[in-house]
C-alpha cells in the first residue's frame, strides 16, 4: 500500500499566486486532514474531512480551501498566495468514527515558498 | 479548551544517555495518547500509544511511555539513545471524535 501520497513535495509561488496541494489515500480512511507545519509551533490543522462530501474548518483556514469528492482524494486549494503561507504542509488519514484509539497516517508533505 | 505541552523544545544528548521527553496535556475525561517521531526531511510516524490497559506502553526502536493519569502526564522515555533517534518528538492526545491534538515538538539531535 502506498499509504498517504502528497504531490508536489516542493513548490515555490509568487505573491497572489494560486495552486492545489494534492493529497490521496488508498486506505479507505473516512477520516481526512490538512495540517501546517511552522517550526517550533507544532501542527495546526487547517481543515479536515470525515467522509466524502464533508468538510470543516480546522483552526486556521483562512486563505485555504478543501474538496472531498471521493474517499480517496482531499485536495487543499490556495486561492491568493501570501508569504504567511511559506510552510510545510502536511496530509493526514484516520480510520473515522469510532476509532479514535488508532494514529494518523501522514504524507511526506509539500514544502510550499511564496516569494 | 484542551491543549498539550511539552516541556523541552530542544534537547541535546551523547550516544548512550538516557532519554526523558515529558508530555502533560490538559483533559479530564477519557483521552488517547500518541507520541509521534519525525526524522529530518521525512513525515510524522507512530512511534507508541495508549489508549487502556498497562500505563507503561512500549514502542518500536526500544522506545517507551508511561502514562500517570493523576500527573494528566505521558512522558517518553528510551534508556540508550543512538545518533539515529535524532529526530523531532511529537506527543498528541485525542478526547474522542476526529480532532488530535498535537504538541509543539520536542526536537532531539544526538551527538555521535
Known amino acids: 500500500n502506498a499509504g498517504v501520497t502528497q504531490t508536489p513535495k516542493f513548490r515555490i509561488l509568487k505573491i497572489g499566486q494560486s495552486m492545489t496541494l494534492q493529497c490521496t489515500q488508498d486506505m479507505n480512511h473516512n477520516y481526512m486532514y490538512w495540517y501546517r507545519q511552522d517550526p517550533g509551533m507544532g501542527l495546526k490543522l487547517i481543515y479536515y474531512s470525515v467522509g466524502a462530501g464533508i468538510t470543516d474548518k480546522g483552526e486556521v483556514p483562512n486563505g485555504y480551501n478543501v474538496s472531498r469528492s471521493t474517499t480517496e482524494d482531499f485536495p487543499l486549494r490556495l486561492e491568493l498566495a501570501a508569504p504567511s503561507q511559506t510552510s510545510v504542509y502536511f496530509c493526514?488519514?484516520?480510520?473515522?468514527?469510532?476509532?479514535?484509539?488508532?494514529?494518523?497516517?501522514f504524507g511526506d508533505g509539500t514544502r510550499l515558498s511564496i516569494l | 479548551a484542551q491543549s498539550v505541552s511539552q516541556h523541552n523544545h530542544h534537547v541535546i544528548l551523547s550516544e548512550a544517555a538516557s532519554l526523558e521527553l515529558g508530555c502533560n496535556y490538559s483533559y479530564g475525561g477519557t483521552v488517547n495518547l500518541f507520541w509521534y517521531v519525525q526524522y529530518p526531511g521525512q513525515h510524522l510516524q507512530l512511534l507508541l500509544k495508549y489508549f487502556s490497559g498497562d500505563p507503561l506502553v512500549k514502542g518500536i526502536k526500544g522506545f517507551e511511555a508511561e502514562f500517570i493519569k493523576s500527573k494528566f502526564s505521558f512522558n517518553l522515555r528510551k534508556p540508550s539513545v543512538q545518533w539515529s533517534d535524532t529526530a523531532e518528538y511529537f506527543c498528541?492526545?485525542?478526547?474522542?471524535?476526529?480532532?488530535?491534538?498535537f504538541g509543539a515538538g520536542t526536537r532531539l539531535f544526538v551527538k555521535a
Open positions: 498528541a492526545v485525542n478526547a474522542g471524535g476526529f480532532k488530535t491534538i
Open positions: 493526514a488519514s484516520r480510520i473515522g468514527q469510532g476509532a479514535s484509539n488508532q494514529p494518523q497516517h
